[in-house]
């Protein structure tokens, strides 16, 4: 079962969404808010799987109550203005719904949200590897091997202490296969293995003697992450 809550300032908005959500058998929308700071008390105390999340809100944006999250569930925005696509998809945010929005048009979003959270799943749970396609072959990598990760485009180059193997897929695919405890996206195009962090610094850090750039969206979260295994 997918966990979920929604947060716009409009209740009809919101009612869209509660009656779109109402017909996903998978997924359980929670609570519904129109205070985005009563929704922040609420994701502290009880985590969930996924946001609705409205990006134009008075005193703050979606996208700022977004960054302000320690723990970053997926999100879906909805909003009525299509200017803030880029800048959504840069968060990589599973999708992006413009008002207004049909019921087959959520169900989209949250197909492809269940996806995400199933393959989390079912790779954190058991195993501590993955098999990465390159060529016509499929290499074996343990976690554990991993330095750090660099996107370039749909290709991954999965880097560790003696080799770099090259894979297509997304950063984003990548990171919902990774044990989030072991590892933590630091850039759009970066992400690093925890334990493999020698030296955090404002905007970049060492991994085993490489330097990685360290995006403003993603410091709060590298911090948290590396305190949880000092």
Same mark, same amino acid.
């Given at each position: 079962?997918?966990?979920?809550?929604?947060?716009?300032?409009?209740?009809?908005?919101?009612?869209?969404?509660?009656?779109?959500?109402?017909?996903?058998?998978?997924?359980?929308?929670?609570?519904?808010?129109?205070?985005?700071?009563?929704?922040?008390?609420?994701?502290?105390?009880?985590? @969930?799987?996924?946001? !609705?999340? $409205? &990006?134009?809100?008075?005193?703050? #944006? *979606?996208?700022?109550?977004?960054?302000? =999250?320690?723990?970053?569930?997926?999100?879906?925005?909805?909003?009525?203005?299509?200017?803030?696509?880029?800048?959504?998809?840069?968060?990589?945010?599973?999708?992006?719904?413009?008002?207004?929005?049909?019921?087959?048009?959520?169900?989209?979003?949250?197909?492809?949200?269940?996806?995400?959270?199933?393959?989390?799943?079912?790779?954190?749970?058991?195993?501590?590897?993955?098999?990465?396609?390159?060529?016509?072959?499929? @290499?074996?990598?343990? !976690?554990? $091997? &991993?330095?750090?990760?660099?996107? #370039? *485009?749909?290709?991954?180059?999965?880097? =560790?202490?003696?080799?770099?193997?090259?894979?297509?897929?997304?950063?984003?695919?990548?990171?919902?296969?990774?044990?989030?405890?072991?590892?933590?996206?630091?850039?759009?195009?970066?992400?690093?293995?925890?334990?493999?962090?020698?030296?955090?610094?404002?905007?970049?850090?060492?991994?085993?003697?490489?330097?990685?750039?360290?995006?403003?969206?993603?410091?709060?979260?590298?911090?948290?992450?590396?305190?949880?295994?000092?």
């Amino acid at each position: 079962m997918l966990t979920a809550i929604a947060i716009d300032d409009e209740p009809l908005a919101l009612e869209v969404v509660r009656s779109h959500a109402g017909k996903v058998p998978y997924l359980n929308l929670q609570a519904c808010f129109t205070n985005a700071f009563e929704a922040i008390i609420h994701l502290q105390q009880q985590p @969930v799987d996924l946001l !609705f999340l $409205d &990006i134009k809100m008075p005193d703050i #944006t *979606g996208i700022e109550l977004f960054n302000s =999250l320690g723990k970053k569930p997926m999100v879906i925005f909805t909003t009525a203005y299509s200017e803030h696509a880029v800048e959504s998809f840069e968060l990589d945010a599973v999708d992006y719904l413009l008002k207004p929005f049909s019921f087959a048009r959520f169900l989209k979003a949250c197909n492809k949200a269940n996806e995400i959270h199933t393959l989390r799943n079912n790779h954190s749970e058991k195993k501590d590897y993955l098999f990465l396609r390159t060529g016509y072959e499929q @290499v074996k990598v343990n !976690f554990a $091997d &991993i330095c750090y990760l660099e996107a #370039t *485009g749909n290709y991954v180059t999965f880097v =560790l202490a003696d080799k770099t193997i090259l894979s297509r897929m997304t950063i984003t695919e990548v990171e919902n296969i990774l044990p989030a405890d072991k590892f933590i996206r630091v850039h759009r195009s970066f992400i690093a293995a925890v334990a493999k962090i020698d030296k955090i610094e404002r905007h970049q850090l060492l991994v085993g003697g490489a330097i990685l750039p360290v995006g403003s969206t993603y410091y709060q979260n590298l911090n948290l992450a590396y305190k949880s295994v000092s």
